[in-house]
């Protein structure tokens, strides 16, 4: 058991105290801080770290927003680690639970969007179970950053009349059972969230299941960030793209990728395919 | 043809003159102005505004945002209106050109995310194709905060392991040709924007494609607005939540949304089905 656990039980023991006391409540919210470019914090996640006493955040926030929130705010890091103790989803609940019933105004600051991947729902669940009042402020989700960034939009006229967002990393670490059929039709584009170890994997599956593999792909590595690094491919060539890239990353897959501009690969002449398929 | 593209066409003419006399070029920023509340824009979004000559916008964007623009930068509106003329796509890509080409700062205002059903992949090929410099800067795509505001969580475990983002409104006003056999799959959420109109139609052919008719749906009307209303449905039952509402409009179909909040309506006793599909 982690310390900051041990303070949040802590905490559960002075509540009585607090509401005997008649202090008024806290609150969780549930704030998402964006790709990672500070400027791409919303004012109202801006105004929630700047109130908040208590930050409960993930690996991916950057340092330069974590300063946003006040000095004596505590922070928390509950980023997952390979070789220190990793909290479980529980005990983030409980600690965004504790916190808020000490009376504090906690925020659970999330990269991106808290309710895309961001496991959000739970603590959701978990503050309502518990009487907590909880609410969510939405961010612009690493997805739009790394179309922005890259001039490439995820939907486009004749190109990509839908997208979708999937995670390509399971609680097991392996590829998740997707429903790859619906990932493989034309004419979409996929955004694969946390794809990058698995990108060969995912390029195979979507492959197998009729996706041409001649279609645009894109990664966006640390997507709005000073470092972000774009790399393009075909599908099939997806793996080999991936190849030495490390950091959080995007895959996107469709035909209005064709459109991306980037630091390295081509699409091996697809974009006449792309332009046609537009017409 | 419209006043404000024939001053386009002139300030086309104005070019030569200024690239003659080295004048800085200009550029175009498409930028997302987010769902609807100022505080949900980002602060990327506000320092264009507010470095913006000419704010080209649409219908959606609230007074509110454009007043962050300087006092003296001008002000087009391209909303679709039903009586006046409307601009075509290709008339507005021609007047954020011409105003690039005249040395001018141009942003244009979208609501929500730019390249989420936004056409502003097309703007920027246009950009591209004359010679203008073209930045997108994302935003809040209005899915996004219906789900905050309404605290349903688009992806989820064990209820949503997948959100896909179609529009519900064809170029020619009917319903668009989508994949439904895809959105029809379960432990999946689908939002369909401009989808108010058609929404009966549209729970018609996702259950036709398989969608269980109990499958929990919200309606968010003004998402982030201080007007924003939330209506519960089962799928089968949209047509009949969507009676009666106006205004731009998210439909959020899938198992997560038994967890929204909501102003009127109810999924019928669905539940325990979605907590059942979660455990």
Redesign the interface.
Known sequence: MSKSAGRGKAATGLVVLGEARGRAPGRVRLV?A??G????????A??ALQAAQVVVHDGLVPDEILALAPADARRISVAKRKSRHSYAQSEINRMLVAFALEGLEVVRLKGG?????G????E??ACRAAGVE????????AA??A???A???????G?A???????GHAADGQV?D??W??LA?AN?TVAIYMGLTTAGLIAERLMAAGRDGATPSLIVVDA?RPHERRVASTLAGLAAAAQGLEGPALLLVGE?MA?AQVDAGAYGGYEGAAMEAKA
């Open positions: 998402g964006g790709p470019d500070p400027e791409l914090l919303t004012l109202k801006l105004k969007d808290p309710f895309i991947f496991r959000g729902g739970e959701l669940e909880c609410e969510a402020i939405p961010g612009v989700t739009l950053a179309g922005a960034s001039g490439a939009p995820l939907t486009h006229r190109a009349q839908a997208v979708t967002f999937v995670t998740p997707l429903d059929p619906s039709r979409h709005s209005a459109l």
